[in-house]
């Protein structure tokens, strides 16, 4: 499995962005896909998480009810929906991905990862 993520860009404090992750090969519908992000000098972190059903999304504490996950199984394609930005969003987000029925959280839960794509939101 291959990831291109793409969306990226410079946005004004509570502005939007969608992030789009295009996946390669005949198995995206069975992949859990997730968002995570890294800002410079931290740690990768968690963002949102959408099941291979579309049916059970997660999404961390920071990002709730700003951010929204979906993905389209036809175009192979999960996006993030990113609105109300934040400074302290600024982050180059990764999508990945893992053959799981569940909606996985941590990094190390993940077996594939894209290249990432840089959000910066200026204040």
């Known amino acids: 499995v291959q990831l291109q993520a793409s969306g990226g860009g410079l946005v004004q404090t509570g502005g939007s962005l969608r992030l789009s992750c295009a996946a390669s090969g005949r198995t995206f519908s069975t992949l859990s896909m997730g968002w995570f992000r890294q800002a410079p000098g931290k740690e990768r972190e968690f963002a949102a998480t959408?099941?291979?059903?579309?049916?059970?999304?997660c999404y961390a504490d920071s990002v709730k009810g700003r951010f929204a996950i979906s993905r389209d199984n036809a175009k192979n394609t999960v996006y993030l929906q990113m609105n109300s930005l934040k400074p302290e969003d600024t982050a180059v987000y990764y999508c990945?991905?893992?053959?799981?029925?569940?909606?996985?959280?941590?990094?190390?839960?993940?077996?594939?990862w894209g290249q990432g794509t840089l959000v910066t939101v200026s204040s």
């Open positions: 959408i099941s291979w059903s579309t049916s059970r999304t």
């Open positions: 990945a991905a893992r053959h799981t029925m569940g909606v996985p959280t941590t990094v190390s839960d993940y077996d594939y």
